[in-house]
């Protein structure tokens, strides 16, 4: 069961995609297509994700990689009713294996894990298993992730790339303009002021 906001937030921003008309939609995902994806991927749907997937299923389109990054995503939407498995947990792997990536190149550690071990390989088995523990982060589009959790709704859209993570949207609603345009709020509007809700993740914004 979703919530009254849950379902007003999703509901909005799968309106607007409509309205914006950047891609193909189709039929929202059943009640038992969720229950489906979430017993396979070991996660349960943000109410608000939940609903706007459940108003429509938005279809893969050509997508243009942002000015200076060097990797793109063939398919930015996640096709979760019929896309290929071990291609969803990857893009579910994908913060976990970018924080492990930042440990083992760049000297990443997070204070909570205590003291970094000396070796490499000690550190990486240390932070997998912290980053186990770590609320789980379902993607959205391309590297833009909503937290996971039944019964939680309003979560800001991070953009995450390794451990560069930044805001995208102060909500669902709000990451729709950020991304595709349409009417919203410019994020250098002082009103623009997403606010961390999700442990561990928000530590690097």
């Not at 070991?42 to 608000?48: H, I, K, P, V």
């Not at 990797?71 to 294996?97: C, K, M, Q, T």
Request: net charge negative; hydrophobic share 40%; aromatic share 12%.
């Amino acid at each position: 069961m979703i919530n009254g906001d849950g379902a007003r937030l999703g509901m909005e921003a799968a309106r607007r995609l409509a309205q914006n008309g950047c891609c193909e939609i189709a039929p929202g995902l059943t009640d038992e297509e969720f229950d489906r994806i979430e017993r396979t991927y070991g996660f349960e749907f943000a109410d608000d994700h939940r609903a706007f997937l459940a108003a429509g299923l938005p279809l893969n389109v050509p997508f243009e990689p942002e000015e200076g990054v060097s990797y793109a995503w063939e398919r930015p939407w996640p096709d979760w009713r019929s896309g290929d498995p071990g291609a969803i947990r990857e893009r579910l792997e994908w913060p976990v294996e970018g924080v492990l990536f930042d440990v083992e190149h760049n000297t990443v550690w997070h204070d909570t894990w205590g003291d970094r071990p000396a070796g490499r390989d000690e550190a990486l088995e240390t932070a997998r298993l912290k980053l186990a523990q770590a609320p789980r982060l379902v993607p959205v589009y391309g590297h833009r992730f909503l937290p996971a959790g039944r019964g939680t709704v309003g979560h800001p859209v991070l953009s995450i790339v390794q451990t560069d993570i930044i805001y995208y949207g102060m909500d669902l609603v709000d990451y729709i303009h950020q991304e595709f345009g349409g009417p919203g709020m410019d994020r250098t509007d002082q009103r623009w002021n997403p606010r961390a809700t999700v442990a561990f993740w928000r530590d690097f914004l």
